[in-house]
């Protein structure tokens, strides 16, 4: 019976180049709140209350920050000289592979706070994971992404924009963080019809595959969406009747 079948509503992403831009300056401002506390979940938390938080929750962006590493190994980026440091976990050989080529080289971040500020008198520390990438330069066009979904029979709904910048590449961290925000907040997901499917990019040298039932795994969150403007970006939403 058709009423039995699993609907299901295929987004795919519209990649949309827009005109060359400057990548933003070495002292452009942090994008940091006080409002933005950490809330972390389990790779295996399945409960769409606690996915709904932990995918609406403030995130944290920085540009052209230095990345470093201590020796006992762990990795540290400078968010503001002298008083403000973040560490960066790192989980699994693809992140650690794309980590390694960063050291010592200025970067921009996409954070979720995974505990919430240490402080001293003088300092402070983030600890985040992944989410790093090489910093932007002046040459990287400008891009946006939207979110255009179509109903089974491929005819035209809506769409939505997730993204805009010019990084050269993106982490799996922030395209999943931020395509799972929009449809969140536009009901699309989460929202008692739609708990399930997955994400799939393909093409620009990528092959990933993201489960919507739960948090990104870390060893996921510092690999790379290559050649984002040309990556083909599907969803796929399940709806049980």
């Given at each position: 019976m058709k009423n039995n079948l699993t609907k299901k509503i295929i987004l795919s992403i519209a990649l949309t180049m827009i005109g060359t831009a400057t990548s933003q300056s070495p002292h452009?401002?942090?994008?940091?709140?006080?409002?933005?506390?950490?809330?972390?979940?389990?790779?295996?938390?399945?409960?769409?209350?606690?996915?709904?938080?932990?995918?609406?929750?403030?995130?944290?962006?920085?540009?052209?920050?230095?990345?470093?590493?201590?020796?006992?190994?762990?990795?540290?980026?400078?968010?503001?000289?002298?008083?403000?440091?973040?560490?960066?976990?790192v989980f699994g050989p693809e992140s650690w592979g794309n980590i390694n080529q960063l050291r010592n080289k200025y970067v921009d971040i996409f954070a979720l706070k995974d505990y919430e500020t240490w402080r001293t008198y003088m300092l402070a520390q983030e600890t985040f994971t992944g989410g790093v990438t090489p910093a932007a330069k002046p040459s990287d066009k400008y891009y946006k992404l939207n979110v255009t979904y179509k109903d089974k029979a491929g005819t035209f709904i809506g769409e939505y924009q997730f993204y805009t910048g010019n990084k050269p590449v993106l982490t799996l961290k922030e395209v999943d963080f931020r395509i799972r925000q929009t449809l969140i907040k536009n009901k699309k997901l989460y929202n008692g019809d739609y708990n399930k499917g997955h994400i799939k990019i393909t093409g620009g040298s990528n092959n990933y595959t993201i489960d919507l039932s739960k948090r990104l795994k870390s060893t996921d969150a510092n690999r790379y969406v290559k050649n984002p403007q040309t990556a083909h970006i599907e969803i796929l939403l399940e709806k049980p009747s």
């Amino acid at each position: 019976m058709k009423n039995n079948l699993t609907k299901k509503i295929i987004l795919s992403i519209a990649l949309t180049m827009i005109g060359t831009a400057t990548s933003q300056s070495p002292h452009s401002p942090i994008s940091m709140s006080s409002e933005a506390k950490a809330y972390n979940i389990s790779e295996s938390e399945t409960n769409v209350n606690e996915l709904t938080k932990y995918y609406t929750q403030r995130h944290l962006t920085f540009s052209n920050k230095w990345l470093w590493q201590k020796d006992n190994g762990t990795i540290h980026a400078t968010l503001l000289q002298l008083s403000w440091f973040s560490h960066i976990q790192v989980f699994g050989p693809e992140s650690w592979g794309n980590i390694n080529q960063l050291r010592n080289k200025y970067v921009d971040i996409f954070a979720l706070k995974d505990y919430e500020t240490w402080r001293t008198y003088m300092l402070a520390q983030e600890t985040f994971t992944g989410g790093v990438t090489p910093a932007a330069k002046p040459s990287d066009k400008y891009y946006k992404l939207n979110v255009t979904y179509k109903d089974k029979a491929g005819t035209f709904i809506g769409e939505y924009q997730f993204y805009t910048g010019n990084k050269p590449v993106l982490t799996l961290k922030e395209v999943d963080f931020r395509i799972r925000q929009t449809l969140i907040k536009n009901k699309k997901l989460y929202n008692g019809d739609y708990n399930k499917g997955h994400i799939k990019i393909t093409g620009g040298s990528n092959n990933y595959t993201i489960d919507l039932s739960k948090r990104l795994k870390s060893t996921d969150a510092n690999r790379y969406v290559k050649n984002p403007q040309t990556a083909h970006i599907e969803i796929l939403l399940e709806k049980p009747s």
